[in-house]
């Protein structure tokens, strides 16, 4: 009975905020939907879509967060130096309330494998939640922008670097961290939300203590049977430097009280330095929050030859399929494939190519085996050419967006493939640890980026647009069934969620790689708001004005962006969008 | 043939053939660099304060460093790899850090400067690999970076690598100044 009420005032909570016209966190709910419940903005009237107002950053790098909403206030957070502005939004004008300055290490920017990014705050019960580049947690007052605490979880010396925006859970701040690229050994952390005090962590790599598998976890296929996989599916003691960190999205489902999150890839890249499946790199987890012990766990790319990693977003659905109605999980991965997971169980239920895939040959869907393309393993002294997806994937860090009314996954993504080659690298902390250069270029008869609708339940593509650069940025879906995403040109476009088909856009001054909201402002009327400013991995052609006549550059993104410089500039603006 | 124009003959060959034989010099017979008191300190733990690198910019001043020797430059170009500077900075195109073959240096392109940077780090990023990376691997990595950018002699500089080839060879590289970037 109790169970009960609480679990129905779980839910009722969930609901309010969704009611409220805020967006407190970076997609917007646990689920991970940024669905905007709001209904002012139409495709009937998206046209007239009109700038409310803008704001500088003034930060030059790329601008990938999330401006959360609540209590009346806007929090951005800029790259590094990771300043956080304050906006009362209950005024017209951008009024800013506070900025807080969190004096991050400089010395973290050159352990930022992707740009100095941040993907944005958290807000809980008063409070606002960010991690800094130097692996510093913080929570601000949400009122005066005051500092509660900070808590260190590493230091950049190591090559540690975090980017994530944190998710709040039950009173628990849940982050991960980032440098896999380094060597750096992977884990989520959850903190309390009142003291900074660390509750748990559970690591990517190691004995089954270190990944917290014990006696809470169910292995749902054979290959996730056995002691301190961890450990034995490495060459001796490589876990320790055995990557596993991305600090990707984290999802929670209140009623299961599981949460969801997906571990980076190995490190070294160059995957003949580490015989084995590598566990748990690239491996996606179901997690209880009060403890970070494991429930499910499946590895979508075994032994991950070409830095895919899990750590994209997770979102949790409910879907009917085969005559009833499932609690899904809808992963867009790296490596290709949409998954579609019971949550609960972590059974695997689908998945499906969304791009071209040559490394691979689809998944058993008995066994949930990726099935390898042996043509693309590396060799020594060998190019391996046409790897599709490359290794920024066929879909990044970039969010998709769900919406419940069309029942359609928009999924913003690439599509590149690269030449690649391995050399034997040695792991010095604080340095790359790759052993592998490779040269991305567009799939063949593609152009480099799409936006795409996926039907869950049909298992394809209902629509599919086509970019000119990579869609570095997330997807948004509102209730008047329109969907927004940025471009790295700089166009903020709106289409028909049913059709795809383009109902507004807005030319912004740099290119978007940020995360579009929509919320309630103070005036009753339904806000747009996104950053602008070119950068990420993608974008770091121009952010960090790298010589793309070095097509190895970015880590092998340079040569498929080398247009990009004569397309956009550097420079942070936050802008925000109203009917008129 | 006059002696004059014997005595201009020869001294047009030795001019040919002089930059050549530093190109393919070798020395055997030179002592490693004695270690100075400032490495000496760091490694007795006991850092002298001061402005760093000012004695490494005498010592390349002394000629303590050659950029005009192929062996030199092709063994910078190996460290290079060795030590993960391909890991941020590419083959001079860059990534996490700057690019290499441009014009653009944040803190100076002198062989002192690189090589001030490579041992001490730099605020922004740069990791200082004093103490990884002996000074004299450090001076021949200081050479290819410049190198890179086209600032070592195209005659010395190395050839195109056993690896994944990201642009140019580096014997074929020019400084991208800034009114040479794509528009």
């Known amino acids: 009975m109790r169970v009960a009420v609480l679990l129905s005032l779980g839910l009722v909570c969930s609901l309010a905020t969704a009611a409220t016209g805020d967006w407190p966190m970076a997609a917007h709910d646990h689920a991970g939907t940024r669905y905007s419940p709001l209904t002012e903005i139409t495709q009937a009237n998206v046209a007239r879509l009109t700038l409310a107002w803008s704001f500088s950053t003034g930060t030059s790098k790329g601008q990938e967060g999330a401006p959360i909403v609540a209590d009346g206030t806007m929090f951005v957070v800029t790259p590094f130096p990771d300043r956080v502005i304050a906006f009362d939004v209950t005024r017209p004008g951008a009024h800013v309330k506070w900025t807080f ?112 598998i014990g006696r809470a976890f169910v292995p749902v296929r054979e ?53 084995g499946d590598n566990k748990w790199t690239a491996t996606l987890f179901a997690r209880r929050p009060d403890s ?93 050419r046409e790897v599709c997806p490359a290794s920024a994937g066929a879909k990044n860090w970039q969010p998709a967006a769900w919406s419940p009314r069309t029942r359609l996954l928009y999924v913003p993504h690439q599509n590149l493939c690269e030449d690649t080659a391995v050399f034997e690298t040695s792991h010095i902390a604080g340095t790359p640890y790759l052993g592998a250069e490779s040269k991305m270029h567009a799939a063949p008869g593609e152009p480099l980026g799409g936006f795409f609708a996926w039907d869950p339940v049909a298992r394809r593509k209902a629509w599919s647009l086509r970019e000119r650069f990579p869609v570095w940025g997330g997807a948004l879906a509102t209730a008047g069934d329109v969907v927004f995403y940025g471009t790295m040109d700089g166009w903020l476009k709106a289409v028909d969620a049913l059709h795809g088909r383009e109902l507004w856009k807005f030319k912004a001054a740099s290119g978007i790689v940020g995360q ?65 | ?61 002394a000629g303590d460093y050659r950029e005009d020797n192929a062996y030199l430059l092709s063994q910078g ?35 002192g400067d690189i090589f001030t940077t490579i041992m001490d780090g730099r605020p922004n990023g740069m990791p ?14 200081a050479a290819y970076v410049r190198s890179l950018s086209g600032l070592a002699p195209g005659d010395a500089a190395t050839n195109r690598g056993d690896v994944l080839s990201g642009g140019q060879p580096e014997y074929l590289r020019e400084p991208l100044r800034p009114q040479d970037k794509p528009k």
């Open chain 1, 292 to 384: 970070g012990d494991a429930v499910w766990a499946y590895q979508l790319t075994p032994h991950d030859r070409h830095g895919y990693g899990a750590g994209n977003e997770s979102v949790l659905v409910d879907l009917p399929l085969h005559g009833r109605d499932r609690k899904v999980l809808l992963h867009a991965d790296r490596n290709g494939y949409v998954y579609a997971m019971d949550r609960a169980s972590g059974e695997l239920l689908s998945a499906d190519p969304f791009v071209a895939v040559t490394t691979s040959h689809g998944v058993d869907a008995a066994t949930g085996a990726l099935r390898d393309d042996k043509s693309k393993d590396p060799q020594l002294s060998r190019l391996v």
């Open chain 2, 128 to 141: 200082s690999f004093r103490g990884r990376i002996p000074e004299e691997q450090a001076w021949e990595i």
């Open chain 2, 77 to 111: 170009k190996m460290y290079y790899r060795w030590f993960n500077c391909v890991g941020c900075h590419a083959q001079g195109g860059g990534g996490s850090g700057p690019a290499l073959s441009d014009a653009s240096w944040a803190y100076g392109h002198s062989p």
């Open chain 1, 101 to 212: 300055e969190p004096k991050p290490d400089p010395h973290a920017q050159g352990v930022a494998c992707c740009d100095v990014v941040n993907r944005g705050a958290a807000y809980d019960q008063g409070r606002v939640f960010l991690a800094t580049l130097d692996d510093q947690v913080l929570a601000l007052d949400a009122a005066s922008g005051k500092e509660l605490w900070r808590t260190s979880l590493g230091e950049a010396a190591s090559g540690q670097s975090i980017t994530a925006a944190p998710l709040v859970v039950k009173g628990k701040v849940v982050i991960g961290n980032d440098g896999a690229e380094f060597g750096v050994r992977g884990f989520i952390a959850a903190l309390d939300a009142a003291t900074g005090r660390e509750a748990w962590r559970a690591y990517s790599t190691g004995p089954d203590a270190d990944v917290r």
């Open chain 1, 223 to 275: 290959a996730e049977r056995g002691a301190d996989l961890g450990v034995s599916t490495w060459p001796p003691g490589a876990w320790q430097i055995g990557g596993g960190a991305e600090g990707g999205w984290i999802s929670y489902d209140p009623q299961l009280d599981l949460l969801y999150h997906g571990t980076g890839g190995p490190a070294p890249r160059n995957a003949l330095q580490r015989a």
């Open chain 2, 1 to 61: 043939m006059s002696s004059a124009c014997r005595s201009a003959a020869a001294a047009l060959l030795l001019a040919v053939a002089l930059p050549g034989c530093e190109r393919e010099a070798r020395r055997f017979d030179r002592m490693p660099t004695p270690p100075d008191e400032r490495a000496q300190a760091d490694a007795l733990g006991a850092r002298p304060a001061g402005p760093p690198g000012r004695g490494m910019r005498e010592r390349a001043a």
């Open chain 1, 516 to 580: 579009p909201v929509s919320y309630l402002g103070g005036d009753g009327h339904q806000y747009v708001a996104v950053l602008a400013g070119v950068g990420g991995w993608a974008g770091l052609v121009v952010s960090n004005d790298l010589d793309t006549r070095d097509a190895t550059a970015a880590r092998g993104f340079a040569g498929a962006m080398k247009d990009l410089p004569s397309a956009t500039n550097r420079g942070g603006m936050l802008y925000v969008f109203r009917l008129p």
